[in-house]
């Protein structure tokens, strides 16, 4: 082979399929997301309507109302929302952009990570969760006498969980990173793959 085809060739990225860690676990996902807001909006509601009955503001309330104005909005923009909120740590966290296919019996992710090599991007599937994260560096420096005009590059660490939109076969997962965009291939688990249904006639011959 020659080199030329060598370096055509994608860098195989690793994919972690165990349980979520409990570093994972204590991240707050869409689901619990939902879970409080509906539990916090049926609790102010009754609440609510104890404080109009007596007259008397309720600070409580009123806590309550914006913590649910900001889990909407975690909901509604994602690890976005969730990086601004602070809650992904003191340290800046940027998230790749993301094209997610679904094919008859594949789910395909595809995922821009420009300047990352295989051996810097970790994946991990929990449960119906893909999780992406990683750590880029540009490689601009500066030295004495030098002054940044200028810096839209992201770098430094980077995570993204895309939520599978049907049911995947864990052991059928496969990672490949190639010019800057991470690919990744999920078959769908057995349940989720169409199959053809025999129809049996009077005759008992199948169609």
């Not at 165990?18 to 609790?43: D, H, L, V, Y």
């Not at 008397?56 to 889990?71: A, C, G």
């Not at 990683?134 to 810096?151: D, E, N």
């Not at 990173?177 to 011959?205: C, F, H, M, Y």
């Amino acid at each position: 082979m020659s080199s030329a085809d060598q370096q055509d060739q994608p860098d195989p990225v690793q994919v972690n399929t165990e349980q979520a860690s409990a570093e994972q676990a204590g991240q707050p996902n869409q689901e619990q997301f939902e879970s409080a807001g509906a539990q916090s909006e049926s609790t102010g509601s009754t609440q609510g309507k104890e404080t109009d009955s007596t007259g008397i503001p309720n600070s409580i309330d009123r806590l309550r109302s914006e913590f649910d104005k900001l889990l909407g909005v975690a909901v509604e923009q994602g690890e976005r929302a969730l990086d601004k909120l602070g809650l992904f740590g003191n340290d800046p966290v940027w998230v790749p952009r993301v094209d997610l296919l679904e094919l008859e019996e594949q789910v395909q992710v595809y995922m821009d990570l420009p300047g990352v090599t295989a051996e810097e991007i970790n994946i991990t599937l929990a449960g119906n969760m893909l999780t992406v994260t990683g750590t880029r560096s540009t490689g601009t420096t500066t030295t004495s006498g030098q002054t940044v005009r200028m810096s839209e590059r992201p770098s430094g660490q980077f995570r993204r969980s895309v939520p599978m939109p049907v049911a995947v076969d864990p052991d059928k997962v496969t990672a490949s990173v190639q010019n800057g965009i991470l690919r990744i291939l999920l078959d769908k688990a057995s349940t989720e793959k169409p199959r053809q249904i025999p129809i049996n006639s009077a005759s008992g011959t199948s169609f």
